[in-house]
């Protein structure tokens, strides 16, 4: 096979990768993909990746028209691993998609358990205000009714705290909610 024909293969099966990619080129990607012995510089997005495949593509042909041979052996050999590691993460991301809304799931169930316990926080320190302040009502001494206040103030001041609470996470599913 010839030199032109090797290329214009590789050039087509690199258009073929950027093709498919296109939709999702420039989507960020949360992490790092790939090792760095594979693709040199780190991207924040497959297009960058995509575009180190075309940079080697490009160095590749003038390393044939140089007749380097031992750098057109190394470039081909990297093309070709860097467009299967491609392929591969291409193929995952059905996969990665199914991952995130699963993991968002997850983290709505959180919050509606963490709802439901500071619920029940407020319930209970309702009633231990409610149990403070008829105790205060039927005490006779005054160092207990003092107590009894302190008590009372304290518990309010965590009710407070707990309502401030149940709204941030009320919010946090209202946020997550309007996302679906």
């Given at each position: ?6 290329l ?12 498919a ?30 575009q ?55 983290k ?28 205060l ?44």
């Amino acid at each position: 096979m010839k030199k032109a024909d090797s290329l214009s293969l590789f050039e087509k099966q690199i258009d073929n990768l950027a093709e498919a990619l296109a939709p999702i080129a420039n989507k960020k990607i949360a992490a790092p993909c790939f090792d760095t012995a594979l693709f040199h510089r780190r991207s924040d997005s497959l297009g960058g990746y995509m575009q180190q495949i075309r940079d080697n593509f490009t160095q590749l042909i003038t390393c044939v028209e140089a007749q380097r041979s031992q750098q057109v052996k190394f470039l081909a050999t990297q093309i070709l691993q860097q467009v299967e590691a491609l392929t591969r993460e291409l193929s995952t991301q059905t996969l990665r998609k199914q991952e995130n809304l699963l993991s968002q799931r997850k983290k709505s169930t959180d919050l509606y358990q963490k709802l439901a316990q500071h619920q029940d926080y407020e319930r209970r320190l309702h009633s231990m205000i409610q149990d403070r302040e008829l105790e205060l009502t039927q005490t006779q001494g005054f160092t207990r009714q003092q107590e009894l206040q302190k008590e009372i103030a304290a518990l309010e001041n965590r009710l407070a705290r707990c309502k401030n609470a149940l709204y941030s996470i009320e919010k946090s599913i209202e946020k997550q909610e309007d996302k679906y």
